[in-house]
T-cell receptor, first 112, second 110 residues
Framework: NAGVTQTPKFQVLKTGQSMTLQCAQDMNHEYMSWYRQDPGMGLRLIHYSVGAGITDQGEVPNGYNVSRSTTEDFPLRLLSAAPSQTSVYFC???????????FGSGTRLTVV | QQQVKQSPQSLIVQKGGISIINCAYENTAFDYFPWYQQFPGKGPALLIAIRPDVSEKKEGRFTISFNKSAKQFSLHIMDSQPGDSATYFCAAPHGNDMRFGAGTRLTVKP
């Protein structure tokens, strides 16, 4: 099993550009979420989804959009990138809400 | 704001020693407290978790201790090994999602 797959692994954007971080899981998990990891800040929740068609905001949702059209995929969109969005982004999934997240390997994003 | 306070930020332990990482949380709707381990360049991976109908859970060299009245829980790593060097995150439920501590970077010296 591939588990949780994130693409790309690395990305450099210019301020104001848009992009989509991809996340796909093959475990038929209902619950998926996006976190960003910054030094000294730990993992902060951006958005999460409890199933296809259902999304909600986390701690730091501003500047990010999500949608969940299928169980497998949960893309994260940056509409107008800002240097403050420079971070490592992790996607996670779980088959039963909060128990035992499986994380992807991350996307390192730099906005210049 | 951080709902889960984790300490210390970094920890250096000699091989064979005991590593202790602490977390304090605010109110939660239910009790489930996991610890995640992260190696450089990798995503966090579930290490051990407790549903505190018990005050302690042990898996090999890793033990979670839980104090519900104090709203605190801790990770103990016995006989710490250089391969345990990683960043450790505690987490606690927050409504429909999970909130994480800021992380502890553990270095085990040979």
């Amino acid at each position: 099993n591939a588990g949780v797959t994130q693409t790309p692994k690395f990305q450099v954007l210019k301020t104001g550009q848009s992009m989509t971080l991809q996340c796909a899981q093959d475990m038929n998990h209902e619950y998926m979420s996006w976190y960003r990891q910054d030094p000294g800040m730990g993992l902060r929740l951006i958005h999460y989804s409890v199933g296809a068609g259902i999304t909600d905001q986390g701690e730091v949702p501003n500047g990010y959009n999500v949608s969940r059209s299928t169980t497998e995929d949960f893309p994260l969109r940056l509409l107008s990138a800002a240097p403050s969005q420079t971070s490592v982004y992790f996607c996670a999934s779980s088959d039963s809400g909060l128990w035992g997240y499986t994380f992807g390997s991350g996307t390192r994003l730099t906005v210049v | 704001q951080q709902q889960v306070k984790q300490s210390p930020q970094s920890l250096i332990v000699q091989k064979g020693g005991i590593s202790i990482i602490n977390c304090a949380y605010e109110n939660t709707a239910f009790d489930y407290f996991p610890w995640y381990q992260q190696f450089p360049g990798k995503g966090p991976a579930l290490l051990i978790a407790i549903r505190p109908d018990v005050s302690e859970k042990k898996e090999g060299r890793f033990t979670i201790s839980f104090n519900k009245s104090a709203k605190q829980f801790s990770l103990h790593i016995m006989d710490s090994q250089p391969g345990d060097s990683a960043t450790y995150f505690c987490a606690a439920p927050h409504g429909n999602d999970m909130r994480f501590g800021a992380g502890t970077r553990l270095t085990v010296k040979p």
